[in-house]
T-cell receptor, first 116, second 110 residues
Framework: EAQVTQNPRYLITVTGKKLTVTCSQN?????MSWYRQDPGLGLRQIYY???????DKGDVPEGYKVSRKEKRNFPLILESPSPNQTSLYFC???????????????FGEGSRLTVL | QQPVQSPQAVILREGEDAVINCSSS?????VHWYRQKHGEAPVFLMI?????EQKGHEKISASFNEKKQQSSLYLTASQLSYSGTYFC???????????FGPGTRLSVLP
């Protein structure tokens, strides 16, 4: 089954304790991206990757890191989480084609993070 | 740069029609539409490409005006299942980054 898998789905942590949210897709997609969703602000992009070893900042990258060492994985790293990073996080992936550019985005189920 | 959506919210009765608009200040290569129900991930509805035709899926269709850098989503004879938040997403040139609008909350009442 084609899917994007995020872990953990729920996490409560404390300020300053490093954490990683994993994202894996099994569709051989080139494009992967991380979004955070907060009430009234829609889906704001954190980082994206067009392919292995190619990553770039989105609209709200401060406080986050990513890496793309393998095509299927795109982990999101919070080196020193703060309460303002409490949010719902989505990972998404897509094919990139000459016909459609960024194709249909497939989303993970989301990871709800609370930083105390 | 994030596209703009209007209206921010709309309430309908079952069977009524609605239009959601999405506009950008930059030239667009493609526009996507997604629907998100509460507590779930966004789900893809359709893509509209520069130079392409108007798309449709059952009673949901969309148009893309390249010159005005605008897209509209049309929901006809709305059903209760149409309730949710609708997001447009835009891409500038091919291969450039893809960004979402802030969303339009649609509520369909019996």
């Amino acid at each position: 089954e084609a899917q994007v898998t995020q872990n953990p789905r729920y996490l409560i942590t404390v300020t300053g304790k490093k954490l990683t949210v994993t994202c894996s897709q099994n569709m051989n997609h080139e494009y992967m991206s991380w979004y955070r969703q907060d009430p009234g602000l829609g889906l704001r992009q954190i980082y994206y990757s067009m392919n292995v070893e190619v990553t770039d900042k989105g609209d709200v990258p401060e406080g986050y890191k990513v890496s793309r060492k393998e095509k299927r994985n795109f982990p999101l790293i919070l080196e020193s989480p703060s309460p303002n990073q409490t949010s719902l996080y989505f990972c998404a992936s897509s094919l990139i084609t000459g016909a459609t550019g960024t194709g249909e985005l497939f989303f993970g189920e989301g990871s709800r993070l609370t930083v105390l | 740069q994030q596209p703009v959506q209007s209206p921010q919210a709309v309430i309908l009765r079952e069977g009524e029609d609605a239009v959601i608009n999405c506009s950008s200040s930059k030239a667009l290569y493609s526009v996507h539409w997604y629907r998100q129900k509460h507590g779930e991930a966004p789900v893809f509805l359709m893509i509209l490409l520069k130079g392409g035709e108007q798309k449709g899926h059952e009673k949901i269709s969309a148009s893309f005006n390249e010159k005005k850098q605008q897209s509209s989503l049309y929901l006809t004879a709305s059903q209760l299942s149409y309730s949710g938040t609708y997001f447009c997403g835009t891409e500038g040139n091919y291969g450039q980054n893809f960004v979402f609008g802030p969303g339009t909350r649609l509520s369909v009442l019996p």
